[in-house]
């Protein structure tokens, strides 16, 4: 069923836009992230600008933006200095050389001097080739075929892995054992055999499935927080177990820091929680906003790249544009105080909807660490993708966001998606949203 805006008369330039673009584009938009089915519905709101936290459409609102791309604009929009180098490479330097430059180095450099488990990296453009790379390495170096991936998470849309991100449970076995289910037609019959698919937070089947199968496991690939079923925890022990049974089956742990990579922390997540994964991989807060991506390691798996047993190749991998945001973004990330300034920022919105949400008695959780989080509204907590699947309420949820975008705040519409805050975004940007949120919570509390 289409859905209808509460108020269209805000957003008539982009429905217009919406119905031209449907003519050109297959519907009418170039990422299912923005899609109608992806809860944009019944058309999404068409950019104009951004300038730091905020973002202005074409029927000129202006709103605080924690869609933020979807994580890339860790540095809040047209960051300064990383739009200054990029300006300065392109107009000095050119873009595009296929031969190297100094500057991949001194970005290799950056990038293991912040992440101590990475001992060599590759760069390349997007989330979905390192994981293409990174899981193809894993396999080359142990002589193993399968990968444990869990269900509920999303490593990008290559075959190997694009399978039960989201599936009906219906089809998807029971709780205890999933089954493997493609994303949607077109994968090839025969990756589900190279796929084991477990429930998040759940050490006992990780463990039988490393006990059973472990002599044919390669990888385990996962999030350290699971960030594409809306925001769920690592419970506590979980990571540090999931790090001890792979070491102990001779498995090797890759984190697809995609989204909390340079965001939880400048040594990412996994340094937030101390765990030291084989390999990881690396992509939304290492640009600045630009397309960059990166996967690295322990030298000896990383050496079969070095001696061209697994090849990396990308016609624009460590291009200039990427290169030079990528280094100007680190440079910026790594100046003192700014993750302890931005936790200060992110807590005070997170922690003051926890207690709208308790004041008011609102049947929502609010999740997260740090800038990262979402609202669940559901009556109990969600602890894995099959929770989320059964209890959020996102008919709820589209209430609670079209609230806040009719009063100035910007976020993905789907509950599966997360709020992400910027290093822009001030204590008066949370003052007002908090005001925006109890406002909008408690119109739907009446209504």
């Not at 836009?17 to 109608?36: D, M």
């Not at 599936?167 to 709780?175: E, F, R």
């Not at 990756?191 to 490393?210: C, H, Q």
Request: hydrophobic share 45%; with cysteine.
């Amino acid at each position: 069923m289409t859905m209808h805006y509460q108020q269209p008369d805000r957003s008539r330039r982009s429905a217009a836009l919406f119905e031209t673009a449907r003519k050109v584009i297959p519907g009418g938009v170039n990422s299912t992230a923005r899609a109608t089915w992806a809860g944009w519905d019944p058309y999404p709101i068409f950019a104009q600008s951004g300038t730091g936290s905020r973002l202005t459409d074409v029927d000129g609102n202006e709103y605080i933006d924690y869609l933020l791309g979807l994580g890339p604009m860790l540095l809040g929009h047209r960051p300064p200095a990383v739009t200054r180098a990029v300006v300065a490479f392109i107009e000095q330097r050119g873009t595009v050389f296929a031969l190297p430059t100094a500057d991949e180095t001194t970005l290799a450099e950056k990038i293991i001097a912040a992440v101590p488990s990475v001992q060599r990296v590759r760069l390349c453009n997007t989330g979905t080739e390192a994981v293409l790379y990174t899981v193809r390495l894993a396999r080359a170096f142990t002589g193993r075929r399968k990968i444990i991936r869990f269900e509920g998470m999303y490593h990008g849309f290559s075959d190997s892995v694009y399978w039960s991100k989201h599936p009906d449970i219906a089809k998807a076995g029971s709780d205890h054992a999933p089954r493997p289910v493609p994303q949607g037609p077109g994968l090839p019959a025969g990756i589900d055999e190279t796929l084991i698919i477990l429930p998040w937070n759940d050490v006992t089947a990780l463990r039988d499935a490393l006990e059973r199968e472990g002599d044919d496991i390669a990888a385990v690939l996962s999030e350290p927080i699971m960030c594409n079923t809306g925001c769920i925890l690592p419970e506590p022990g979980y990571l540090e177990a999931m790090r001890a049974l792979t070491r102990k089956h001779g498995v090797l742990l890759i984190l697809d820091e995609v989204i909390t990579g340079f965001r939880i922390a400048l040594g990412g997540a996994q340094g937030h929680y101390g765990i030291t994964p084989d390999l990881s991989i690396f992509a939304k807060g290492l640009g600045g906003g630009f397309p960059v991506a990166a996967m690295g390691g322990r030298a000896d798996i990383m050496a079969l790249v070095e001696q061209g047993r697994v090849s990396i190749a990308g016609t624009y991998n460590a291009n200039g544009i990427a290169i030079s945001a990528a280094n100007a973004a680190l440079d910026e990330l790594a100046r003192p105080g700014m993750y302890e300034r931005l936790y200060a920022v992110s807590d005070r919105l997170r922690e003051g909807l926890e207690r709208m949400v308790q004041d008011l008695r609102v049947p929502a959780h609010v999740v997260g660490l740090g800038p990262v989080f979402q609202i669940w509204f559901a009556d109990r907590p969600i602890r894995n993708y099959r929770d989320a699947a059964r209890h959020a309420d996102h008919a709820a949820f589209r209430l609670w966001w079209e609230g806040m975008l009719n009063r100035g705040v910007l976020f993905h519409p789907g509950a599966y998606e997360n709020l992400f805050v910027s290093f822009a975004h001030t204590e008066a940007d949370v003052d007002q949203t908090l005001a925006a949120a109890r406002a909008t919570l408690t119109e739907m509390l009446v209504s």
